[in-house]
């Protein structure tokens, strides 16, 4: 038996490269070991046995072949790395890239739809270099025309924090029982004015700080309110000048020299 499975090793190793050679190979182990044939004269049923046997040691060794084949080409697989730009922000971003080699470029610019300034295209923003607006009105409410009619004021005029010039002044007859909207009056019952500020994409509010100074009449405009307010983007933000918010500030402040200027 052990001289059978070396003659089988011998048909399987040696240089039996076709069908017919391999064939031979094992009609003579089977001449030799007695199982299919009688010296010269081959019985029909045992060379039946025989072809089968022969085919299906021929596709085994076929197996045997294509599998070491597919093992040695699979080992010598060779990973292509693929230089260039792997950030989706840049200009120049190579989305086949998987090795990022410093070569990003850039377009600064604002990246805040919401800006005035956006730039579709840019990928890098600077600090402050979104520019945003929105619109502001301001009215005065009837507890404020009351109120004013108590301290004798004809008008209160307006004026952004930090600035010497007035935007413009409202007077007790121009009252409103509800919010207006940023629609500039003919009468000019509002003051609608476009607030501009400078921020970024995650930091898009702007501070408005502005001020109310009461005319009597005289020479002598005086500080009764003053506040700030958060304002969004491309929004209608509504300030309305009440008694309840004059009369806090007045409480706030008694102790305080009233802030004076003249005309």
């Known amino acids: 038996m052990s001289h059978l499975r070396h003659s089988f ?13 391999i064939i031979t190979c094992l009609q003579l182990i089977f001449i030799k070991s007695n199982l299919a044939f009688s010296d010269t004269i081959i019985q029909s049923s045992s060379i039946d046995k025989f072809n089968i046997f022969a085919s299906n040691f ?3 060794k076929k197996i045997l072949l294509f599998s070491s084949l597919a093992i040695f080409l699979n080992s010598c697989t060779v990973e292509v790395r693929i230089d260039g730009c ?7 971003y190579d989305p086949q890239a998987d090795y990022d080699d410093g070569s990003c470029l850039y377009i600064l610019g604002c990246t805040d739809p919401l800006a005035d300034n956006y730039n579709p295209q840019a990928g890098l923003e600077p600090l402050n270099g979104c520019d945003y607006s929105c619109d502001v009105v301001w009215y005065l409410t009837v507890s404020a025309a009351v109120f004013m009619d108590q301290w004798n004021i004809d008008y209160y005029h307006f004026f952004l924090k930090n600035e010497n010039t007035s935007f413009g002044s409202l007077g007790a007859g121009t009252a409103y029982s509800y919010v207006p909207d940023c629609t500039p009056q003919l009468d000019a019952s509002t ?14 509010a702007g501070v408005l700080q502005w001020e109310a100074w009461a005319d009597d009449g ?7 309110y003053e506040s700030d307010e958060i304002v969004y983007p491309n929004e209608c933000f509504a300030i309305g000048l009440s008694s309840k918010k004059l009369n806090a500030y007045k409480q706030e402040n008694k102790e305080k020299k009233r802030r004076e200027i003249v005309k």
């Open 9 to 21: 090793f011998i048909c399987s190793h040696l240089y039996f490269d076709t069908e017919e050679s």
């Open 58 to 60: 021929i596709l085994m």
């Open 86 to 92: 792997t950030d989706p922000a840049a200009s120049n």
């Open 191 to 204: 003051l609608v004015e476009t607030f501009s500020w400078q921020g970024n994409y995650d930091s898009s």
């Open 218 to 224: 005289t020479n002598i405009l005086i500080l009764d």
